[in-house]
C-alpha cells in the first residue's frame, strides 16, 4: 500500500541521514506542488508516545516555506504485525478509522513550540476519541507545557 504512494523512505537507523533525506526529497516534492505526510514516532504503535514524536515533519514544513497542518489518525483496522513485520499487519474491515486535520500553522524558529501544538492536538483527539468508545484510560501521560502564541494561517490563506 505504502510503496503505492511513493514514500520518502527513511532507515530509522540514522537520525541524521533520514533528516537529510527528509529535508531534501520532501523540500523537492513540496516545490513540485505535491504533498509530504509524515508520521514523526517512527513506525505503528498500539498507543501514542509524544516522547517519540521528533520535530522532521516541522522542520521539513520551516525549510520549504509551507504551513505544517496537524493530523490525529487512530484506528485499530489495521492490526500491527509481529518483530521486524510490525507494519504487516492483519485489516480489521469492521473497526474504525478516525482522523481530524487541524488548522495549519506557520512554523517559527526551531518550530519547538509547533511541535507542542501537534503534540497536544493528537493527544487531545485521541483521549476525545477513548471517551466516546467507552476504552479504558491509558497511564498518565506527562503535560507538555503550553506552547507560546504563534500566529496560524486561516484555511483560505493556504
Same mark, same amino acid.
Given at each position: /500500500? ?16 533520514? *533528516? ?21 514516532? +517512527?513506525? !505503528?504503535? %498500539?498507543?501514542?508516545? @509524544? @516522547?517519540?514524536?521528533?520535530?522532521? +515533519?516541522?522542520? *521539513? ?11 490525529? *489518525?487512530?484506528?485499530? =483496522?489495521? @492490526?500491527?504485525?509481529? +518483530? ?5 499487519? !492483519? /485489516? ?9 486535520? +487541524? ?11 509547533? $511541535?507542542? /501544538? *501537534? /503534540? $497536544? ?8 476519541? !477513548?471517551?466516546? #468508545?467507552?476504552? %479504558? =484510560?491509558?497511564?498518565?501521560? &506527562?503535560?507538555?507545557? &503550553? ?9 483560505? #490563506?493556504?
Amino acid at each position: /500500500i505504502m510503496r503505492a504512494r511513493h514514500p520518502i523512505a527513511v532507515t530509522q537507523t540514522d537520525p541524521r541521514h533520514d *533528516l537529510k533525506t527528509m529535508l531534501l526529497e520532501g523540500t523537492a516534492r513540496i516545490a513540485n506542488g505535491m504533498s509530504v505526510v509524515v508520521f514523526p514516532e +517512527g513506525r !505503528r504503535s %498500539p498507543v501514542f508516545d @509524544a @516522547a517519540r514524536f521528533n520535530t522532521i +515533519g516541522v522542520k *521539513l514544513a520551516h525549510r520549504a516555506g509551507v504551513p505544517i497542518i496537524p493530523l490525529a *489518525l487512530y484506528t485499530n =483496522a489495521w @492490526a500491527l504485525g509481529r +518483530g521486524r513485520l510490525n507494519d504487516f499487519g !492483519r /485489516i480489521h474491515r469492521n473497526e474504525k478509522v478516525r482522523f481530524a486535520f +487541524g488548522a495549519p500553522i506557520s512554523v517559527n524558529g526551531r518550530g519547538v513550540d509547533e $511541535n507542542r /501544538i *501537534l /503534540i $497536544n492536538y493528537i493527544t487531545d483527539h485521541l483521549e476525545q476519541w !477513548r471517551r466516546e #468508545d467507552g476504552r %479504558p =484510560a491509558p497511564a498518565p501521560r &506527562e503535560l507538555l507545557p &503550553e506552547p507560546a502564541s504563534i500566529e496560524t494561517f486561516q484555511a483560505g #490563506d493556504v
